[in-house]
């Protein structure tokens, strides 16, 4: 890789690394990039892998005893799993606007902070109503994690890197399926300990984790590249030069004007489609695979560690795929394949209640709906231009996107077991749909930059001139597919 590329987009949307970064200092971009690395995904990858686990946890928790020691009964469990989504995505643009004025280190600790706390306050309740409170304010609380984190490692990578770093980074996602599973089964052997049942332990040494992570979240994680000290005065002078470069020269002020401008763009709600019908598959898999390989005939205990090897699987292949698109310059086949390949598990689930090809079903369904959270976000990421914009794309995205855990909470009902097909019907339907979203997404990008193209060739204005125009700058190319 030259030490003096920039990036730029050529007109078919792909990201190029054709013009000439800073002269005048000499950077290994190689070593640079290392360098965020390390000090920036290692806590971000923590800080979300905790995230994921703890807000879903009560599925493991549901069958180490909850639901019988609150004696719930009907859809009392599905409420409880729904009503964390409704403030996890009303509070989510708020957040990242706050998050734009406010040191990112000091908002994303704060917020880890408060849901650890409550997440402790969950290993004592006695009733079901008490519960639906304890989530209401856990998504409250984790409301602005993702979106929030999401924006500021687009703030920190050009383009043509981002998806690989989000792929390590929404790779936690994945991971923590993996380690609730394993830490789940470990943890509900405590029960009785101290009179507090296993579930309940489960919900207090993981909210005590979340604490002790928050502090070193705000310890740890660097400021903006303006002000990164672990960085040299000549590493900040390029980054900075890199990413202005990568954004065509747009603003980065905070301005309401570009919120406006985020909420009056149809690409954000077609995002927010792919996005929905990504996560409704995924989060009824998180919620309720080890509620479904028991259902195969397996008992709770080993339901809880079979539901382990399947998240590994997702996660090398979020990893992998993610690398690839940035190698690639493409965004959309991947997603499409991911779709691909989430159909094929859940229509083996629908078809047939067979424990073997039921769990083979399981890495097909993990692998085919997981992943997609890091590619499309990193598409919402590349194809979105201006700093505040960008913030609140994405915060839409995610919070209109994770209304999918509202309905991934009710789709699983318990009438319908051993069989679920009308679940399984369910997430068929979404991946469909989040495939046709993406063909016509990619079809429209190619027509809007061949627009642009011809915009540069009839403007004579310079860069500056369209800096308040976001990624609607002839400038300003997105990926396409």
């Not at 686990?53 to 009907?74: E, F």
């Not at 705000?218 to 030069?241: M, N």
């Not at 205990?301 to 979020?318: D, E, G, K, R, W």
Request: contains cysteine; aromatic residues 14%; glycine residues 8%.
């Amino acid at each position: 890789m030259p030490s003096t590329a920039s990036l730029t987009s050529n007109e078919k949307g792909s990201v190029s690394s054709d013009v000439p970064s800073t002269a005048d200092v000499s950077i290994d971009e190689r070593r640079l990039l290392r360098k965020l690395d390390w000090r920036l995904l290692p806590i971000l990858t923590l800080l979300y892998l905790w995230s994921f686990l703890d807000r879903t946890n009560i599925g493991n928790a549901k069958i180490a005893g909850l639901t019988d020691d609150l004696k719930m009964v009907g859809l009392q469990y599905n409420i409880c799993a729904a009503v964390f989504f409704v403030p996890y995505c009303l509070f989510e643009v708020p957040s990242n606007m706050v998050l734009k004025k406010v040191r990112p280190n000091l908002w994303l600790a704060f917020l880890m902070l408060v849901w650890g706390s409550i997440m402790m306050s969950m290993a004592a309740v006695k009733r079901y109503e008490h519960l639906v409170v304890a989530r209401f304010f856990l998504g409250v609380a984790e409301a602005g994690l993702l979106p929030g984190a999401t924006f500021y490692l687009s703030q920190w990578y050009p383009r043509r890197f981002y998806a690989q770093r989000m792929g390590l980074f929404i790779g936690a996602n994945t991971l923590a399926g993996a380690f609730g599973g394993l830490l789940a089964f470990a943890i509900q052997k405590m029960d009785g300990i101290r009179n507090l049942q296993g579930w309940s332990w489960i919900f207090l040494l993981e909210g005590l984790v979340t604490v002790v992570i928050a502090v070193f979240g705000f310890l740890f994680l660097p400021d903006y590249p303006e002000k990164a000290k672990f960085l040299t005065s000549a590493e900040r002078a390029y980054l900075v030069d890199l990413l202005a470069k990568d954004s065509a020269g747009l603003s980065k002020k905070f301005e309401i004007k570009f919120f406006w401008q985020a909420v009056g763009d149809y690409n954000s709600y077609l995002y927010a489609l792919v996005f929905l019908t990504s996560v409704i598959p995924g989060y009824c898999f998180a919620l309720f695979v080890p509620t479904i390989i028991k259902g195969l005939g397996y008992s709770a205990a080993n339901a809880q560690l079979m539901s382990t090897p399947p998240y590994i699987f997702a996660c090398l292949v979020t990893v992998a795929l993610s690398r690839i698109s940035d190698k690639t310059k493409m965004r959309g086949p991947y997603i499409l394949g991911v779709a691909i390949m989430g159909i094929i598990g859940y229509t083996i689930w629908f078809s047939t209640q067979s424990a073997a090809a039921g769990y083979i079903a399981a890495f097909f369904a993990c692998a085919g709906t997981l992943p997609n959270i890091a590619l499309v976000l990193s598409w919402v990421g590349s194809n979105t231009g201006g700093d505040l914009k960008r913030s609140v794309v994405l915060a839409m995205v995610i919070g209109l996107g994770n209304l999918g855990g509202v309905c991934s909470s009710f789709v699983y009902r318990p009438q319908d077991k051993p069989t679920y097909r009308p679940g399984h019907g369910t997430a068929i339907g979404c991946l469909c749909l989040s495939f046709t979203t993406v063909l016509f997404m990619s079809w429209n990008y190619r027509r809007l930059n061949a627009i642009k193209a011809a915009q540069i060739g009839e403007s004579k204005g310079e860069m500056d001139a369209f800096a308040d125009m976001g990624d609607a700058s002839p400038h300003y190319r997105q990926v396409s597919s």
